[in-house]
Nanobody
Framework: VQLQASGGGLVQVGGSLRLSCTAS????????MGWYRQAPGKQRELVAS???????TYADSVQDRFTISRDNAKKTVYLFMNSLEPEDTGVYYC?????????WGQGTLVTVSS
């Protein structure tokens, strides 16, 4: 599975962005799709994940600001980011799959300037 992420960019504090990640083939709704990010000098961390039959999962730091959704017909997962903060700066990667078998996108850079 190949994943193509897009939507990153430069935004001011308090602004919004929408990230998209489209898979090269259909992804069953029960398979998790999610977003991770890696800030400079830090480890990659989970931002949000979504799969059918469960509530979406969010990192505490983005709860109530970010929303993840997916369109299975379009093979796409989205991350709507609002009230962006400088701490949200980093490379955002989409991920598809479970714990033992996952695919990663190439990453898209989000920069929040103050």
């Amino acid at each position: 599975v190949q994943l193509q992420a897009s939507g990153g960019g430069l935004v001011q504090v308090g602004g919004s962005l929408r990230l998209s990640c489209t898979a090269s083939e259909s992804i069953h709704s029960s398979i998790p799709m999610g977003w991770y990010r890696q800030a400079p000098g830090k480890q990659r961390e989970l931002v949000a994940s979504i799969r059918s039959g469960r509530d979406p999962t969010y990192a505490d730091s983005v709860q109530d600001r970010f929303t993840i959704s997916r369109d299975n017909a379009k093979k796409t997962v989205y991350l709507f980011m609002n009230s962006l903060e400088p701490e949200d700066t980093g490379v955002y990667y989409c991920r598809v799959g479970g714990a033992s078998n996952a695919f990663w996108g190439q990453g898209t850079l989000v920069t929040v300037s103050s």
